[in-house]
């Protein structure tokens, strides 16, 4: 997932183009035999082909590489620059600029625009706002309850900077006042662990721990602040 090193850390407006059901179409095109392949059972179709590329190297880098050249091929025949592209993905990208050709070879879709992305000062990590739901990328141990704090984002103000920092300090304070210990629960390998002040600890539920052993700044420091800090820096 290589992001833009040099395009600024908050964007908004972009274009987000994929290739759908890319490994599917080309082998297709190749006359893979799918017999035993459900094609309409998307996990399971990925399934089997997830097995076929470990058990066939020359596959899986056939595929990739054949992803590679389509993307390249869309960029140069719509003449993007490097500067254009503000995140390469396995099977498309997100972009500052409309594509106008888009269904020469394999066609490449059009999945939106994004609305906002924010992203981290070392480039590894992003927050997209598209059709007004929140997506994390790079960022692990994501889990449902933390998006009590991440659909915030989405309402921020960049018209109004008093407005601004006034909802970025109310993330950071927000997260400090969560009482659900639910938030805190964090699923991880069929089992939930909790960050608390003397480190990660294996829990059964909400009754095997108490609130005031939780250490929320771990929590605000590994979940939340980067993208705090990004927009603080990209509109101080």
Not at 29 to 46: P, S
Not at 64 to 76: A, D, H, K, R
Not at 77 to 94: A, H
Request: with cysteine.
């Amino acid at each position: 997932m290589p992001i833009n090193k040099t395009c600024c850390l908050v964007n908004r407006n972009l274009y987000f183009y994929d290739f759908k059901s890319a490994y599917p179409r080309i082998l297709n095109g190749i006359e893979w035999d799918f017999t035993n392949v459900d094609l309409t059972d998307k996990e399971g179709r990925n399934i089997q082909i997830g097995l076929a590329q470990r058990d066939n190297e020359n596959l899986s880098s056939y595929l990739i590489e054949t992803v590679t050249s389509l993307i390249n091929y869309y960029v140069s025949r719509n003449g993007l620059k490097e500067e254009d592209i503000v995140v390469m993905q396995r099977d498309g990208f997100i972009t500052k600029k409309q594509l106008l050709i888009t269904d020469e070879l394999m066609k490449l879709d059009f999945r939106g625009m994004i609305d906002l992305l924010i992203i981290t000062t070392d480039r590894k990590k992003y927050l997209s706002v598209k059709d007004g739901v929140v997506d994390i990328k790079g960022v692990q141990n994501v889990y449902d309850s933390l998006f009590e704090i991440y659909n915030r984002f989405k309402n921020l103000n960049f018209f109004d900077k008093k407005i601004l920092y006034s909802q970025l300090h109310a993330i950071r304070k927000s997260v400090f006042k969560i009482e659900d210990k639910k938030f805190f629960m964090i699923p991880f390998n069929d089992e939930i662990v909790v960050q608390s002040l003397n480190g990660p600890r294996i829990v059964s539920g909400e009754v095997a721990f108490s609130i005031k052993d939780i250490d929320k700044l771990k929590y605000y420091n590994h979940y939340f602040r980067e993208f705090v800090e990004s927009v603080f820096l990209e509109t101080y």
